[in-house]
């Protein structure tokens, strides 16, 4: 019972965790040429199953690194931004190969931030079985992987939806800071904080996208 109890639990973590990885993976790779979407999206997927077996294998090690989430929840804003960013008009008329590697680059750094929260979570409900943190890890590439088309597809017939895609990415960054070991501040806050830094930090994406493409405009008249 509790085997089964575990698996279940698991499979609800990489349900909630992995999509988070096919998120940015297809939003990394929604403007690549069809070849270079799905070499983007393989690679993305095998890196994000690479990286789960390196934390997986360090995990107590990340454990007692201070602040490395909050350093992760850092990541996830810059990317959050550099997604919703990359819909300018210069964006799309980068070469081809210039694209993939961008895209591959990105997802990578996603995958490593978000790599963490995953392989916590499942190590957590595997209890120490090391055949049920397999099953995670396995889980996770149809997950990731069946996910990132899916993500592109929609992305293709609801463009601005990519926002969405941001706001997952910033709530995710929030609970990540909030979470984060060294500070320990979640049982002495309110649980609206999580919402108000999510809402500030998306704000301050807006500002600071508007901000730039104010720039680019005024440097092209």
């Keep these: 019972m509790e085997t089964a109890q575990a698996v279940f639990a698991i499979i609800l973590i990489d349900l909630a ?12 790779a929604r403007e690549l040429p069809e070849a270079q979407r799905r070499k983007a999206i393989i690679f993305g997927g095998a890196g994000a199953v ?14 007692a690194i201070p602040f490395l989430q909050l350093g992760a929840a850092i990541v996830l804003l810059v990317i959050a931004y550099r997604l919703v960013d990359s819909g300018d008009a210069g964006a799309k008329h ?39 943190l397999a099953f995670g890890l396995a889980l996770s590439i149809p997950i990731v992987l069946f996910g990132s088309g899916v993500v592109v597809r929609l992305l293709e017939k609801y463009p601005r939806a990519i926002w969405l895609g941001a706001l997952a990415l910033v709530w995710t960054a929030a ?8 500070i320990s501040i979640r049982d002495v806050i309110p649980w609206s904080t999580e919402l108000v830094l999510t809402a500030v930090f998306l704000g301050l994406i807006v500002a600071t996208r508007g901000a730039m ?7 092209v008249h």
């Design 175 to 182: 609970e990540m800071i909030l979470d984060e070991p060294a």
């Design 50 to 63: 690479i990286l789960r077996i390196i934390a997986a294998a360090v995990v107590t090690l990340l454990l």
């Design 213 to 219: 493409q104010a720039r680019r405009a005024a440097a």
């Design 94 to 132: 980068v070469k081809p190969a210039a694209g993939l590697r961008a895209a591959i680059v990105t997802i990578l750094a996603a995958d490593a931030a978000m790599s963490l929260e995953n392989i916590l979570g499942v190590g957590a409900a595997a209890h120490g079985s090391l055949a049920l």
């Design 17 to 28: 965790l992995s999509g988070d990885n096919a998120l940015v993976i297809g939003m990394a």
